[in-house]
C-alpha cells in the first residue's frame, strides 16, 4: 500500500483570538408545535472507554463499543475537552488520534421511534513506543579522511549517539551529529543511538554494528549489501575505496528470482529493490585515455531478507445488525489487504465476493485477521471479537389485515409484511370483533377493529409497535335447502312451517327466514300466511316458494332455496313410488318413470299448466331426461273405464344444481416486469369472475372476467376464482396458486470511466444499470502500488492516488449481487461478475487552486498566498500530502548534510514533446518544508522543520508562514536538452479537521454547521498540480 504522506503535523492547543466565538447560528422560534408523540421506553445506551496506543497510520481509525444501540449515533467532544488528542467523525464514530492524552466523547442515540439516549466514554491515548528507530550495518575504511554519518531512519525526537564502551578503542562518534572517526584499527563497533521520544513517542534506543575494515590503496571495493526489504526501498553503492578518476557504470549480473528482485539505474547505481531474493551487481569503472587500463570491474553481493513489520493489531468492533451489510476491518500495521476467517460465532460469515466480514446475524464472533500477501514481509495474524447487536426494526409495512368470517377456523396467527419476529397483539376489551391472545386471534365476529400490534425483532431486530387494521368480512353461506312437501287435499288442512325440513341454515338465521310465494297465482293451491308462519291449504294442486334472508354481520345472504308444496286430490286412487324425485344434475341422466299403483285405465304423463318444462323432458310412458336444474310437477292420469272414473296423482322433480366442474390454473411463469398470465381453464359452464389475493405484489389483475394477470415480481400468488351459478351448476368460489420464478441475473456489461483526480474525491461508478439485489464491489485488478479506498456496499472510491507514469493505469472493480426478490444471484460462486473499470486521471491545468511549473533545478520556493493568507490565520495542524509520483523516499545522509531534512520524490520525464518512452528518464526531486512565525524577518529565519511533523505559529496575532522547496537532484546527469514530466504530481495541505475559511482567521467545523465561512468547511485546505519543465545545458 502506497504511502502518500510528506508530513503528519503535530497537534497542539491553540488560543484562538479574534474568533468571535463560532456559536450555533440557530434561532428561536415562538411558533406553536404540533405534539410530540410519545416515544417508546428503551434501555439506556452504553458506551465502553477507548484504551489505545498513539499510532499514526492514517487508515487505523477505531471505534468505540456501543451498547443498546436502538436508532443513530452521533459523536461530539464533550464540553471542555482538549481538541489537540483525537478527532472523532460525528457521524461513525472513527477515531484519528493527534497526539496522547485523554478525551471524553459524548455519543448520543436518536430514534423515531425510541427515548433519545446518551452516554459517555473516555478515549485515554497512551505514548507509543518507536519501534521504526532503525541503522543499516556499515563498513567503513580504518583510514578514512572525511566525517561519515551513521545515517538513522525513523527517528521521533532528538538523538544522542554513544560508543559502546568495550568498541570505543574502534570507534569514536559525535553524540550529537553521529559523524564518526574510525580509531585505525579493525573490528565490529557497537554504536548506540537514543531517541528521547516526543509527546507521541517514548524514549528508545537502537544498537547497530559498524565494521571498520582495512582497505588495500586505490583499490575499487564495495561491501555487500544485507537488508531487510521496506517499502520504497532505494538502495546506493557502499563504495569502500577506488579512485575518482573515470566513470562508473552499474549493471546486474545475477538475480534470483530473475526481474523480481530490483532494477538499477546504471550511471548512479541507484537500486530500486522490489522484491526479496540476491543480487549481484557489477560495477564498471572506465577510463579515459591516458591510463595503463581502459576498464576494471568489481562485484558486490546484494541480498533482501523479508521484512520485519510491526504485529497486526485489530481492536474489538461492534455494529448494529444491517442485513448482508458488509464491514471494512479497520486494522493497525496492515502491509496488504488482509484476509479474514471466522473462527467462532455465527453472527458474521466472510463475503466470497469482497473478502470483507458480512452481518448475518446478532451476537458476537471471533475473528481471524491474516495478513500475509505481500511475500516481502513476515506474515502477521491476530483474532478479534466482532459484536453484533440489535439493529433497527425495518418497520411492520402492512396496513391491513383481511379475512373472511368463519365459526370453524376461529382462531389463526397473522403474519405481517415486514415482520422480522413473534408478535403481540392487543385488541380493544370492547371489541366484539375478535379477541386477542399474544400473537393468536380468535375471531368473534365479521367487523373492522384496530390492533396494537407488537412485533419482537425477532433475532436480529430490536422491537416495534403498529397500529394495524383488521377488517373481518362477513362469509359465504353454505348453499341452503329446502324439502318440499306432498299432502292429500283435506278441509281446512294447513302445513306449519316448522315441518319444512331446512338443510344447511345457520342456526342464528333460522328465525330470520323469508318466505316468498313464487306462484303470481293469487287462487294458488297453497298459500303462506307469514303471521301465523303457517301454510294454507286451498285446493288440490301445486304451489311454489323460496327461503330467503337478508343475512347479518358475519353471514352474506344466502341463494334463495325454492321448494314445492303439493296438494294431492282426496279422492284419487292413484299413488306413486317414489313419491318425489330429488336428484343432483349429471349430463343426461335419465329417470325411469315411477310406479304408479291403484290405475284402472290407461296412464298418460304430461306437466302441471304452468309447471317449467324446461327442466326436464317427459316420455310418453313417464321416463325422465334431465336436462338441467330446477323443480318441475309431473301430472299421472289413468283414465277412466267401465266401473272407473279418471283419477290423476302429482309428484314433484327437483334437480338440484350440481357441483361446478370448473377448473383453472396458471402456468408457472419466470419473472420478466410486465409480462402477462393468461389462465387455463376447463369445464367452463358459468361465468368466471377473478381477484388477486396476497396484496397484489406477485401479480395484478389486468381482467377480472379472463383472468390475465400482470407479472409485478416474483413468488407464489393466489387467485380467488369466483363461478357464477348457472341453470346446472352451483356457484363456487376457489383460489388457484401460481407461481412466478426468479429470472436468471441478466448480468452487467463491462464498461469503463475515466475520473480526473483530485485529493479525497469520493467518486461512484455511473451508467450502471439499476441494482436488481444487494449489490457489492470489489478490486479484481489494478497497478501493485496504487491503492484507493473502496466501500464494498456502494461502490465508492475514494481518490487519494493516481498512477504516475501510465496515465491510462486503471482499477477493475467486480460487481456482484445478491439472489433478490425478482432475480438469482450474480456472483462470484457463477463467475459472472460484472467488470467496471475506472481510469484515475491526471488532473488538468486549472482544476486545481495552483499550477506550479518547476523551471529551474537548482530550487524553487513555493509560498501559498491562500494558506499563508489571513483568512487561514487559526489554521493550525496540517499534513502535506503527495499523488502522483513513482515513489517518495526518505532522504539519505549526503542529502540530510548537504540541504537538511527532507523527502526525496521520484518523477518521469522526457524530452519535450517525445512521444518515445525509450526516452523516458526517472528524476529525484528534493522536497523541503518550511514553517514558522510571521516575525520580521521570516524568510530570513525560516527553519526547516521535519517533513513527519510539521508546525504552526503558536503566538496568537501571528500567521503561520509556510513555504515548500522544491531541488531536483542528480539532473545533470541528464543529457543536455528541454525536459517535460511525463505525468504532472499533486501535493496538497490536508487538514486532519474540518476547517472554514473566514474574515476572522477561520474556524474548525467539526464536520458542524456554520454560518461564518465563505468556503465549505474540508480537510483538503489546498491543493496544487506540478509540472517540471527545464533545461539541461
Known amino acids: 500500500m502506497k504511502k502518500i504522506y510528506l508530513a503528519l503535523c503535530i497537534s497542539a492547543s491553540l488560543v484562538l483570538s479574534g474568533c468571535g466565538g463560532g456559536g450555533s447560528s440557530s434561532d428561536n422560534s415562538s411558533s406553536v408545535q404540533a405534539p410530540i408523540k410519545k416515544k417508546n421506553a428503551r434501555d439506556p445506551l452504553m458506551a465502553q472507554d477507548v484504551n489505545a496506543v498513539y499510532s499514526d497510520d492514517p487508515n487505523y481509525k477505531p471505534k468505540a463499543i456501543i451498547n443498546n444501540v436502538f436508532g443513530q449515533l452521533s459523536y461530539r467532544l464533550a464540553d471542555g475537552q482538549p481538541t489537540d488528542v483525537i478527532i472523532i467523525n460525528k457521524q461513525t464514530g472513527q477515531i484519528s488520534f493527534l497526539n496522547p492524552g485523554d478525551a471524553i466523547v459524548v455519543v448520543e442515540d436518536t430514534s423515531s421511534v425510541y427515548q433519545t439516549s446518551s452516554d459517555t466514554f473516555t478515549v485515554h491515548v497512551e505514548q507509543a513506543t518507536n519501534s521504526d528507530l ?52 579493525e573490528g565490529i563497533a557497537t554504536v548506540i543511538i537514543k531517541d528521547m521520544g516526543n509527546r507521541r513517542y517514548l524514549p528508545t534506543s537502537k544498537e547497530v554494528q559498524v565494521r571498520i575494515k582495512a582497505i588495500a590503496p586505490g583499490e575499487l571495493s564495495f561491501e555487500d549489501i544485507n537488508k531487510q526489504f521496506t517499502r520504497n526501498m532505494i538502495l546506493e553503492p557502499q563504495k569502500l575505496s577506488g579512485g575518482e578518476e573515470g566513470e562508473l557504470s552499474y549493471s546486474i549480473a545475477y538475480e534470483n528470482p530473475k526481474d523480481g528482485v530490483l532494477t538499477i539505474d546504471p550511471k548512479t547505481g541507484f537500486m530500486d529493490v522490489s522484491g526479496v531474493g540476491e543480487a549481484k551487481i557489477k560495477v564498471t569503472q572506465d577510463f579515459s585515455g591516458g591510463y595503463s587500463v581502459t576498464s576494471q570491474e568489481e562485484y558486490f553481493d546484494v541480498n533482501i531478507s523479508q521484512g520485519e513489520r510491526k504485529l497486526l493489531v485489530v481492536d474489538k468492533m461492534s455494529d448494529v445488525y444491517v442485513k448482508n451489510e458488509r464491514k471494512e476491518v479497520i486494522a493497525r500495521n496492515a502491509i ?129 409497535t403498529k397500529e394495524v387494521s383488521l377488517v373481518i368480512l362477513p362469509a359465504t353461506h353454505p348453499k341452503v335447502e329446502v324439502k318440499g312437501s306432498v299432502k292429500v287435499y283435506s278441509d281446512g288442512l294447513f302445513i306449519p312451517q316448522s315441518e319444512l325440513v331446512v338443510k344447511g341454515i345457520k342456526e342464528e338465521l333460522l328465525s330470520n327466514i323469508t318466505i316468498k310465494p313464487l306462484d303470481s297465482d293469487t287462487n294458488a293451491a297453497v298459500k303462506y300466511e307469514s303471521a301465523n308462519k303457517r301454510f294454507v291449504v286451498q285446493k288440490a294442486g301445486t304451489a311454489r316458494f323460496a327461503v330467503t334472508d337478508d343475512g347479518n354481520t358475519d353471514y352474506q345472504s344466502f341463494e334463495p332455496a325454492e321448494f314445492a308444496i303439493v296438494i294431492q286430490p282426496a279422492d284419487s286412487t292413484l299413488t306413486v313410488e317414489p313419491k318425489e324425485v330429488d336428484v343432483v344434475f349429471s349430463p343426461g341422466l335419465e329417470i325411469k318413470a315411477p310406479q304408479v299403483n291403484g290405475a284402472k285405465g290407461e296412464l298418460t304423463f304430461s306437466f302441471v299448466d304452468g309447471e317449467d318444462k324446461d327442466v326436464v323432458t317427459l316420455g310418453s310412458k313417464g321416463a325422465l331426461k334431465v336436462l338441467k336444474a330446477g323443480q318441475t310437477i309431473i301430472k299421472v292420469t289413468s283414465a277412466s273405464t267401465s266401473g272407473f272414473k279418471a283419477a290423476t296423482v302429482l309428484y314433484p322433480v327437483k334437480i338440484k344444481k350440481a357441483v361446478n366442474p370448473v377448473t383453472v390454473s396458471y402456468p408457472t411463469k419466470t419473472y420478466k416486469k410486465g409480462d402477462s398470465i393468461t389462465p387455463v381453464k376447463d369445464n367452463v359452464e358459468s361465468i368466471l369472475t377473478y381477484k388477486v389475493e396476497n396484496n397484489g405484489a406477485v401479480v395484478s389483475l389486468i381482467n377480472a372476467n379472463t383472468g390475465e394477470v400482470r407479472i409485478e415480481s416474483a413468488g407464489k400468488y393466489e387467485i380467488e376464482v369466483a363461478a357464477q351459478s348457472s341453470s346446472k351448476y352451483e356457484r363456487k368460489s376457489f383460489l388457484v396458486q401460481g407461481e412466478v420464478k426468479k429470472a436468471k441475473h441478466p448480468g452487467i456489461a ?107 533545478p537548482s530550487g524553487v520556493i513555493y509560498s501559498s498566498d491562500r494558506v499563508n493568507g489571513s483568512k487561514f490565520r487559526h489554521l493550525q495542524d496540517l499534513e502535506v500530502r503527495l499523488a502522483g509520483v513513482v515513489k517518495q523516499l526518505p532522504a539519505n545522509q549526503e542529502l540530510k548534510d548537504k540541504y537538511g531534512d527532507g523527502v526525496r520524490l521520484l518523477t518521469t520525464v522526457k524530452p519535450v514533446g517525445s512521444k518515445d518512452a525509450s526516452e523516458q528518464r526517472q528524476a529525484m526531486v528534493y522536497v523541503q518544508r518550511y514553517e514558522g512565525c510571521n516575525l520580521k524577518h521570516t524568510e530570513m529565519r525560516k527553519s526547516i522543520v521535519n517533513v513527519k511533523d510539521g508546525d504552526y505559529c503558536k503566538y496568537t496575532g501571528f500567521d503561520t508562514k509556510r513555504y515548500l522547496s522544491f531541488v531536483m537532484i542528480g539532473a545533470e546527469k541528464l543529457s543536455p536538452g528541454q525536459w517535460e514530466s511525463v505525468t504532472p504530481f499533486v501535493f496538497y495541505y490536508y487538514s486532519p479537521r474540518e476547517f472554514a475559511a473566514t474574515d476572522f482567521g477561520g474556524l474548525y467545523t467539526d464536520g458542524g454547521a456554520h454560518s461564518h465561512g465563505q468556503e465549505k468547511p474540508s480537510h483538503v485546505i489546498e491543493w496544487n498540480r506540478v509540472d517540471l519543465n527545464f533545461t539541461i545545458d
Do not use: C, W
Open 336 to 464: 496488504d489487504d488482509l484476509s479474514f476467517e471466522v473462527v467462532s460465532g455465527n453472527s458474521i460469515e466472510i463475503d466470497s465476493h469482497t473478502g470483507e466480514p458480512k452481518i448475518v446475524g446478532v451476537g458476537t464472533s471471533i475473528i481471524k485477521a491474516t495478513d500475509d500477501k505481500n511475500k516481502n514481509f513476515k506474515p502477521s495474524s491476530t483474532t478479534f471479537e466482532y459484536t453484533i447487536e440489535r439493529g433497527t426494526h425495518p418497520g411492520i409495512a402492512q396496513e391491513k389485515i383481511e379475512t373472511k368470517f368463519s365459526d370453524v377456523h376461529t382462531k389463526f396467527i397473522p403474519h405481517l409484511d415486514g415482520q422480522q419476529g413473534v408478535l403481540t397483539i392487543s385488541a380493544p376489551t370492547s371489541s366484539n370483533v375478535v379477541e386477542a391472545n399474544g400473537n393468536e386471534l380468535t375471531i368473534k365476529h365479521a367487523g373492522t377493529v384496530k390492533l396494537q400490534v407488537t412485533d419482537n425483532g425477532g433475532d436480529f431486530y430490536h422491537p416495534t
Open 750 to 856: 463491462f464498461s469503463s470511466e475515466s475520473f480526473e483526480f483530485e485529493p479525497l474525491k469520493k467518486v461512484t461508478p455511473t451508467f450502471l444499470p439499476q441494482p436488481l439485489g444487494k449489490r457489492s464491489y470489489g478490486i479484481s485488478s489494478k497497478p501493485s502500488d496504487l491503492n484507493q479506498p473502496l466501500d464494498p456496499n456502494t461502490g465508492e472510491l475514494t481518490l487519494v492516488d493516481y498512477f504516475s507514469e501510465n496515465a491510462l493505469a486503471s482499477v477493475t472493480l467486480s460487481i456482484a449481487e445478491e439472489e433478490s426478490d425478482n432475480y438469482l444471484a450474480l456472483d462470484s460462486e457463477t463467475g459472472e461478475l460484472g467488470k467496471k473499470t475506472i481510469r484515475i486521471l491526471p488532473p488538468k491545468l486549472g482544476s486545481a487552486n495552483n499550477d506550479i511549473t518547476i523551471t529551474d
Open 134 to 185: 532503525d541503522a543499516d550495518f556499515q563498513t567503513i575504511p580504518t583510514l578514512s579522511t572525511k566525517k561519515i554519518k551513521l545515517p538513522v531512519s525513523g527517528k521521533r525526537g532528538e538523538l544522542i549517539y554513544s560508543v559502546a564502551s568495550d568498541s570505543q578503542d574502534l570507534l569514536a562518534i559525535d553524540s550529537q551529529t553521529g559523524e564518526m572517526t574510525p580509531q585505525g584499527r
